[in-house]
């Protein structure tokens, strides 16, 4: 049974310069590719295209991503009352003391130009009196979000698609799964030639790439309660440290305060625009708790806001909190959040009658696969780009909306990079072995190890942690891991493999990371370390180390 992790090449092997037999349909090679179908993979995508053959991998459709489900909107400086400074210095000071100031101004200086281009793709931003109408989100001192109502996602996935789906020049792969990166030791460096797939059919493509681009999103389904689609289970980050790379600030998991607590919508996020335009959080009696806890009371950073709502439901003993709207006009509700009203009333809540039952859930990683702002990881021909790279814009906390405009930004600046490296020779790379493999007798396996690794991060490591639970959940992982290992070597893949496989490391990094870190610090809360140190340093964890 030789089922790697990642295959090795020789040196041999990677001067041949022959294209594999184009009559095989499980060898595939391309000049780009790119494994993630978001903001960030669909701009990456549009601009390559331009340069050579692209193939574009996604496990689910093409609008099954966080960019997809985003509603809040995309932050920039685009209005004369605001600034670049303004921008930087809220997010900087959401971040904590750990962003990467140099990353936040690069990132900023490009909003407008960004905002721009997506109005140019075909993107109508909402307007008022004719120019942009701009929303205020938690942490922000200016209104400064541009929003499409609340489905700016979908708004600006449906534009960089049509940019993407008719080009000749790119492959779309829907319903694929990847598996594993192809590296080789060459020179004494590693370098990455491509990546397994798994097709809708069982089978295993192999797939050469002269230049490889990571663009999978986040890792919510960690955790039971999150406002991520099924597909953010960190497969991106998972591959990459198979394969070598290092990560970062993996212990910043940004909880949304608002995700509605229902059984039939337990994935639906309520807008932060929402607070901004006026919802209040109130308890169960009504009462508006959150200027105990910050003088910004609805406004506070999210980081603030979800903390004091789990620490409310703890207090009192009860599963949820409640987002009040009543008070906002029938108008600014049906102009700006019809989506939201229009799903909540098909669940029979309407949110003009009553309060609307909220839980805190795992919605961004502010960490990932480290990487500079071009996207540059430790391995070569290797690029991660949006929410499964770490820049250090986001520091211990992301800024509400900050999220889109990195991923677009990323994706520009990933592409110009791309294109000024040398072209290296394309080469085969070896087929997928499956010898060995037994079929399944059962799968109850996959299921019990995967609500276990959800239970485990939700109530050892969320929004408040401890030495004690971290060393519990850590137990338990590791015992979860060895189970997964002797089931991923013996039985064919699967989706639900894969994703198991890959949310069960993704954890155990998670768990690493906050174990390193000894101190409270935006989104990581620890009771034993509440107080912030002097010392300020990003968790940087190495394969091997």
């Known amino acids: 049974m030789s089922r790697p992790d990642k295959a090795l ?6 001067s041949q310069v022959d294209a594999p037999d184009p009559l095989s349909k499980r060898q595939l090679q391309c000049d780009y590719l790119i494994i993630g179908s978001g903001a960030a993979g669909l701009l990456a995508a549009s601009r390559l295209a331009q340069h050579g053959s692209v193939i574009l991998v996604n496990k689910g459709r093409f609008q099954d991503s966080s960019t997809w489900n985003a509603q809040g909107g995309i932050a920039g400086v685009v209005s004369d009352k605001d600034s670049i400074e303004s921008h930087v210095q809220d997010t900087l000071a959401a971040g904590v003391g750990l962003c990467h100031e140099d990353v936040v101004r690069t990132t900023i200086k490009h909003s407008s130009d960004m905002i721009d281009e997506l109005i140019a793709l075909g993107t109508r931003f909402d307007e008022a009196d004719g120019s942009l109408h701009l929303t205020k989100e938690g942490g922000h001192s200016s209104r400064r979000v541009a ?4 489905a700016t996602g979908r708004a600006i996935g449906e534009a960089l698609l049509s940019q993407v789906a008719p080009h000749a020049n790119i492959t779309r792969l829907e319903q694929h799964t990847a598996i594993d990166l192809i590296t080789t030791k060459l020179d004494q460096h590693n370098r990455c030639l491509g990546a397994y ?9 192999s797939i ?4 490889t681009i990571l663009a999978t999103g986040g890792i919510g389904k960690v955790y039971l309660y999150t406002s991520n689609p099924h597909a953010a289970t960190g497969d991106g980050i998972a591959m990459a440290w198979r394969a070598g ?3 970062m600030n993996l212990e910043f998991i940004q909880f949304h305060p608002t995700c509605l607590f229902h059984r039939q919508g337990s994935n639906m996020l309520i807008s932060e625009a929402m607070r901004g335009e006026g919802a209040h959080i109130v308890d169960a009696q009504g009462r508006r708790f959150l200027f105990d806890y910050d003088q910004r009371g609805e406004l506070a950073a999210r980081d603030i806001v979800a903390r004091a709502i789990d620490h409310e439901m703890k207090k009192q003993g009860v599963d949820c909190m409640y987002l009040d709207a009543r008070s906002m006009a029938k108008t600014l509700i049906d102009d700006h959040f019809p989506n939201i009203c229009s799903r909540l009333l098909d669940l029979g809540l309407d949110i003009m009658q009553q309060p609307i ?4 859930a795992a919605h961004y990683s502010c960490g990932g696969i480290q990487t500079d702002v071009h996207g540059k990881t430790d391995l070569e021909g290797l690029y991660a780009i949006g929410e499964t790279a770490c820049t250090g814009l986001h520091g211990a906390n992301r800024l509400a909306s900050n999220s889109l405009l990195e991923c677009l930004v990323m994706a520009d600046y990933c592409a110009t990079e791309v294109l000024k490296q040398p072209i290296p020779a394309p080469c085969h790379v070896p087929a997928w072995d499956d010898s060995g493999i037994v079929p399944e007798t059962e799968r109850i396996q996959i299921k019990q190890n995967w609500d276990e690794i959800r239970a485990t991060m939700s109530h050892y490591v969320g929004i408040v942690r401890s030495d004690e639970r971290l060393r519990r959940a850590r137990r338990r992982l590791r015992i979860v891991q060895e189970e997964i290992a002797s089931y991923y070597w013996k039985h064919p893949l699967s989706q639900d493999l894969l994703e198991l496989r890959n949310i ?3 954890a155990d990094l998670i768990v690493q990371s906050a174990q390193q870190r000894k101190e409270s610090r935006g989104l990581h809360y620890s009771t034993d370390y509440p107080q912030r140190s002097a010392k300020v340093a990003d968790t940087i964890i190495r394969p091997g180390s």
Do not use: Y
């Open 9 to 14: 090449l020789s040196d041999t092997q990677l």
């Open 147 to 150: 929003h499409v109502q609340d």
């Open 197 to 205: 797939v798994l097709n809708p059919h069982g089978e295993v493509l």
């Open 208 to 211: 050469a790439a002269r230049q």
């Open 245 to 247: 790379c290092s990560v």
């Open 357 to 360: 039952p909220v839980v805190p």
């Open 504 to 506: 069960a490391l993704m």
